[in-house]
């Protein structure tokens, strides 16, 4: 979902590639799986002490962990890269833990089968019809960009409706796709695998977010 400068993506390109595509995508699945199973154990363990954090502390730390995960994540160096995808994933994860609790299990586990089953059909689309997902990156940058101002807004003039929900999943489902097929391009390589995590743990998240509440103002 990020993109990374030119001579990163360059090098990401030209790398010797030492992976199958079955290991390749094996690595990304298992991953992606990684970084969910430990926002779930913090939601489920953390909780109670985030939710006591001062939350100036707490943002400072959010931003500079994702930062320096992001940074980290354009290393040409596997390991450097996996630290780095966790500097992301733990800060998210108290994120959760702090906004998760106000929903209850049954619409969370609800939220959780719809983003699966998009993420499923999204990567289904972007291997069955790869040319219509490869001109959708500065569309959908564009597109996000536009959104989130938008919302910034409708937000400041008093606007909470459900729209820019809908609008963001259909943004953040495009992206998994694109971002699916922009994987597959690269050399199947360790670090490249690992690197493509990162973009597609984000897309899933925020679509996850975004459909918890859309099923939480249509329960209410």
């Known amino acids: 979902m990020f993109d990374f400068n030119k001579e990163a993506k360059k090098e990401r390109f030209n790398a010797h590639e030492n992976l199958s595509s079955g290991a390749y995508n094996l690595v990304i699945g298992a991953c992606l799986l990684y970084g969910f199973v430990v926002n779930a154990l913090m939601v489920k363990f953390l909780s109670p002490a985030l939710l006591g954090l001062n939350p100036l502390i707490f943002l400072i730390g ?33 994120l959760l833990a702090i906004s998760l609790p106000e929903y209850n299990s049954e619409l969370i586990l609800s939220a959780i089968i719809v983003t699966g089953i998009v993420v499923a059909v999204m990567m289904l689309l972007a291997t069955l019809f790869p040319n ?12 996000l960009s536009v959104s989130i101002l938008a919302q910034f807004i409708a937000l400041l003039l008093g606007y909470g409706g459900n729209a820019f929900n809908w609008i963001f999943v259909i943004i953040f489902s495009l992206y998994i796709g694109f971002d699916w097929y922009r994987a597959q391009q ?17 897309d899933i998240i925020n679509l996850f977010l975004r459909i918890l509440e859309i099923l939480s103002r249509r329960k209410d």
């Open 62 to 94: 959010y931003f500079v962990l994702c930062f320096a995960g992001i940074f980290m994540s354009r290393s040409k160096s596997p390991l450097v890269s996996f630290i780095g995808y966790n500097f992301v994933v733990v800060p998210i994860g108290a």
């Open 186 to 202: 690269f050399p199947k390589t360790l670090d490249n695998a690992i690197d493509c995590v990162l973009d597609l743990y984000l």
């Open 132 to 143: 219509l997902f490869a001109r959708m990156g500065a569309a959908l940058f564009i597109a």
